[in-house]
């Protein structure tokens, strides 16, 4: 086992000595996982840009269809995520002989996954009908989703091996692999988008050929390297191969259904937000989208100290290490929020820098400031609830936390923010900044629930419940 990557503790340092040795360690996880994190939205933002220049209406059927996949993806991305925490607890308690049979069975859930994705994103043609969609930005919007569906085993595939290095403690695997992606990407969407190497131009269909291309070099790249790296001669996939087991599965979904509809929630409720802000006219959802946008950038840091911390805390119990989980559970949430002021004076001081970067509209600029204050915030609730969160998935708790996640979100958010931005019951109409006070509102309740649940929560004696 690598133990540079997941060190044991050493209890008898000083109190303060443990706990910045443990964050070195959660920046040394949180770090790669961070840059790939970066790389993966970066795929979004070539897509969305270089098909922007092809025409209006190939950005829109990128946006369109990328709106219908990706909460998909989200939710089978947290499905599989269950095996980071898992194989991390068996790294952890020593028994390796655990780590291949539970990567394969996540291997086999990817595998219905794509099978699901597949049929449904080749089929949504009752749901383009239902938007009324212009003809030709119909037609761009399935033919996307027909070649990016090529390259959805791939991306579930790299999604379910992220259990294996993750889980291990080498963040840097998918760090590269990402990276990686995002290379092939640009250079495929310039050929297929605008018709190069003597290829007709494909405008947003070509997207979805890239990003399946990239994505499928990606994986296959990853497969050879574990293949054939030293540091996987342990864990070889063929070597290694085991048959379905039922059990197995069922304990990975377990946990890792309540992670996916956790996304899932969260994902929705701000695609329903986007809805209702838009008879509010297309300024006052630019300036939302800008201060969104900001907000997704800056979460990106929280997020993947969460991952680290996730990994950190089910490699403790798995090595009978509880009070050092504890420890780092807790300690975390003073990193946490001190990195959420950070960003919220960065977002006080620099809100009207931050807006004429995105847009040179002075409509929109104005909503931008006003959401960014209110964004400020927001950002220190959803720092602290996702760090929270991350703990107790460490713990392999996923059922109440999905609970809290749906009361907080549906149950306060959503309603408040609408009260706040529509009517005068609370306050006279806010406008689009109502939604953000709502969706602050729901974050602090789950931060308290969540913190709650952690502080109070007691894992199992021997750290693994299964197989």
Not at 306 to 331: E, K, N, V, Y
């Amino acid at each position: 086992m690598d133990e540079v990557h997941q060190p044991l503790p050493e209890v008898r340092q000083p109190l303060i000595t443990r706990t910045l040795t443990e964050w070195k360690t959660l920046s040394i996880l949180g770090g790669p996982i961070l840059i790939a994190q970066i790389a993966q939205m970066a795929n979004g933002v070539i897509d969305t840009i270089m098909a922007g220049h092809a025409s209006a209406e190939d950005l829109a059927g990128v946006g369109i269809g990328s709106s219908l996949w990706m909460p998909l993806f989200l939710f089978f991305m947290g499905m599989l995520g269950a095996l980071q925490p898992i194989i991390s607890g068996y790294n952890g308690a020593r028994t390796p002989a655990k780590i291949m049979p539970a990567t394969w069975q996540g291997l086999y859930i990817a595998g219905v996954g794509s099978i699901v994705m597949i049929l449904l994103l080749t089929n949504v043609h009752p749901v383009l009908e239902r938007l009324n969609l212009e003809a030709n930005t119909a037609r761009i919007t399935q033919g996307y989703l027909n070649a990016f569906a090529w390259g959805i085993p791939a991306l579930l595939l790299m999604t379910a091996l992220r259990g294996l290095t993750d889980g291990l403690g080498h963040t840097r695997v998918i760090m590269v692999f990402s990276v990686l992606s995002t290379l092939v990407n640009l250079p495929l969407n310039y050929i297929f988008i605008y018709g190069k190497l003597g290829l007709p131009a494909m405008g947003g269909i070509g997207c979805g050929w890239a990003t399946s291309l990239s994505n499928g070099v990606a994986a296959i790249a990853l497969l050879i390297y574990l293949n054939r790296s030293q540091l996987y001669k342990q864990f070889h996939l063929i070597a290694s191969w085991t048959k379905p087991n039922a059990a197995l599965i069922r304990y990975i979904l377990s946990m890792g259904i309540p992670i996916g509809f956790t996304i899932f929630v969260e994902a929705s409720v701000f695609s329903v937000i986007a809805l209702f802000l838009a008879p509010l006219g297309p300024v006052v959802v630019a300036g939302h989208q800008i201060a969104l946008n900001v907000v997704s950038l800056l979460f990106m840091l929280p997020l993947s100290i969460g991952m680290a911390l996730t990994l950190r805390i089910s490699f403790l119990i798995g090595a009978g290490a509880p009070d050092t989980a504890r420890l780092i559970s807790r300690s975390s949430l003073i990193l946490a929020a001190a990195t959420a002021l950070v960003f919220a004076i960065l977002l006080f001081v620099f809100s009207q820098g931050i807006a004429a970067l995105y847009t040179s509209d002075v409509d929109v600029q104005s909503v931008t400031v006003r959401l960014l204050m209110f964004a400020a915030i927001f950002q220190v609730a959803d720092v602290i609830q996702v760090t929270c969160i991350s703990a107790l998935r460490g713990y392999k708790d996923t059922g109440i936390p999905l609970l809290i996640m749906l009361f907080s979100f549906w149950g306060v958010g959503l309603p408040l923010g609408y009260a706040l931005t529509f009517t005068d019951l609370i306050a006279p109409a806010m406008g689009a900044a109502g939604f953000w006070v709502g969706l602050t509102g729901g974050l602090a309740s789950a931060s308290v629930l969540l913190g709650w649940r952690l502080f109070g929560y007691r894992p199992k004696a021997s750290g693994q419940s299964t197989d």
